[in-house]
């Protein structure tokens, strides 16, 4: 007897030849619809692109109605730089009146900003240049030559401030004065790490003799940004304190530079003040800083505009 041969279908083979054929017929079928479907979107699109193109002749006298764009030479370029920074300085100089005010574009128009003015055509000018309804104070400032520039000054007359000065002294003998004097010690300092007294609020100035600068050194960091830390060439290091508060007057204060620029600014007085008195304390500041050491000048009084100043010894 023969031996019998079996042979086994393998039905997936025939499951994908089926499937192939059908992704062969959906692609052929989707080329024929494409090529079908291609012709009319073409045939829109031509329609369209002839109607944006007819012109009507509503159109054509809104076109002529239109202003004609002129081609810029070579001359007109050349302008244009010019044109276009007046344009700018026009701007800017209407926004700066804007921002200003009436008044004191009023107050302006009466100086001359190309005129040096002396001293007493200034304060002349200032009277009729504020415009607040409050006693104004008379502002000076100068533009110097190094910005290193710094000491102190005793004005011949009061500057009209608002309260006595309170100077901490430390020392350790009591002063007899009619300022208003702190005593320091250690438990000063302390008090002033702690934030129990503060510059600027409770003490204004401060002294002191060469026993304590080393117990202040360490409040230097606090002392020192407010601009008091004593120092022998502010002469507010002394074995005798008491003697150089007794001479100092309440219109004498300390000057110096910006950080950032060779400026100083100082106050004169109040407007209210004779202008005698004013011219007085201008001189003696201009004489004690130097005017050698300065550029220029400008006075003003608050919120009004600066009148430049002529600057002689």
Known sequence: ??????????LASDQKEIKTSRK?????????????????????????????????????????????????????KKDLPEIEAQKNTSKKESQKHRHLGKKYNQAASLIDKNKLYNIKEAIDLLHKTS???FDP??????????????????LPHPVAQKKQRQY??????KIESDKDIILGNEATITQIQEGKLKPNRDFDVVYSTPKY??????????????GMMPNPKNKTVDENPSQIINAI???????????????????????????????DNFATLIKTIGTAKIINAT???????????QVTA
């Not at 007897?1 to 393998?10: N, P, Q, V, W």
């Not at 533009?143 to 005793?154: R, T």
């Not at 901490?168 to 003998?173: A, I, S």
């Not at 080393?214 to 230097?220: L, R």
């Open 1 to 10: 007897m023969g031996t019998t041969r079996i042979k086994i279908i393998d």
């Open 24 to 76: 062969h017929a959906e692609k052929l079928s989707a080329v024929s619809y494409i090529k079908k479907v291609k012709p009319q979107k073409k045939k829109k699109q031509k329609e369209e692109i002839q109607k944006q193109t007819v012109r009507t002749p509503a159109d054509v006298l809104a076109d002529s109605d239109k202003p004609k764009q002129i081609e810029k030479t070579d001359d007109v």
């Open 131 to 133: 415009y607040v309804k």
């Open 137 to 154: 104070t008379v502002e000076i400032h100068l533009n110097v030559k190094d910005k290193n520039i710094k000491g102190s000054v005793n």
């Open 168 to 173: 901490l002294v430390f020392v350790d003998k």
């Open 213 to 226: 600068m080393v117990q202040i050194a360490s409040i230097a960091k606090i002392l020192g940004p407010a």
């Open 249 to 279: 007057s309440e219109s004498s204060f300390e000057y110096k530079t910006e950080p950032s620029a060779p400026i100083i600014h100082s106050i004169l007085g109040k407007l209210s003040q004779k202008p005698q008195i004013l011219e």
């Open 299 to 309: 006075i003003n009084s608050t919120m009004s505009p600066a009148i430049k100043l």
